[in-house]
T-cell receptor, first 116, second 109 residues
Framework: GAVVSQHPSWVICKSGTSVKIECRSL??????MFWYRQFPKQSLMLMAT?????????EQGVEKDKFLINHASLTLSTLTVTSAHPEDSSFYIC????????????FGPGTRLLVL | GQNIDQPTEMTATEGAIVQINCTYQ??????LFWYQQHAGEAPTFLSY??LDGLEEKGRFSSFLSRSKGYSYLLLKELQMKDSASYLC??????????WGAGTKLIIKP
């Protein structure tokens, strides 16, 4: 149980284009989903928290107009990196949890984004 | 401020035991998580402690002392596949996970 998928696993795009990453909870309903970014050899950085049907809560320093998050259903959240630039190249990982606030977060396999 | 401290890197021998320590200071406390992250992959959940004491799960055990703000992850009978980063994360009063930078564990034959 508690499987989270992400699609795509790899993205290479040109600077200025937008990229959409999907995160799905496959065998449970995720009341809350999280989006993280991790640069090489650095720790996870939480970008935003999203609850189904409401606006995402962004961490300080994360541009909400650049990183659009939609959590339209209990099993799907999407992150769109708009007008991507080379500095946005990173490993983007989503996680999801069901139930109460102290429930365990289960991570998707991550999406590697390379912006040329 | 909120802070999680864990060693940057540790080395151990195949078949041995290793203990990875983590100290935390968070605004409130709702539990301590350990995750394993292999290079190039996303983290996978290992353990969750919210009460003091030792939780054993196969070759891995996790310990918590809330009064000391301290946890450790104990790995027994080390295997080469245990080479990974181990992330400690404390859940604060807002149920937000505060992440440590991770401990890179290198297993030598």
């Amino acid at each position: 149980g508690a499987v989270v998928s992400q699609h795509p696993s790899w993205v290479i795009c040109k600077s200025g284009t937008s990229v959409k990453i999907e995160c799905r909870s496959l065998d449970f309903q995720a009341t809350t989903m999280f989006w993280y970014r991790q640069f090489p050899k650095q720790s996870l950085m939480l970008m935003a928290t999203s609850n189904e049907g409401s606006k995402a809560t962004y961490e300080q320093g994360v541009e909400k107009d650049k990183f659009l998050i939609n959590h339209a259903s209990l099993t799907l959240s999407t992150l769109t990196v708009t007008s991507a630039h080379p500095e946005d190249s990173s490993f983007y990982i989503c996680s999801a949890k069901a139930g109460g606030p102290s429930e365990t977060q289960y991570f998707g396999p991550g999406t590697r984004l390379l912006v040329l | 401020g909120q802070n999680i401290d864990q060693p940057t890197e540790m080395t151990a021998t195949e078949g041995a035991i290793v203990q990875i320590n983590c100290t935390y200071q968070t605004s409130g406390f709702n539990g301590l998580f350990w995750y394993q992250q292999h290079a190039g992959e996303a983290p996978t959940f290992l353990s969750y402690n919210v009460l003091d004491g030792l939780e054993e799960k196969g070759r891995f055990s996790s310990f918590l002392s809330r009064s000391k703000g301290y946890s450790y992850l104990l790995l027994k009978e080390l295997q080469m596949k245990d080479s990974a980063s181990y992330l400690c994360a404390s859940m604060d009063s807002n149920y937000q996970l505060i992440w440590g930078a991770g401990t890179k564990l290198i297993i030598k034959p």
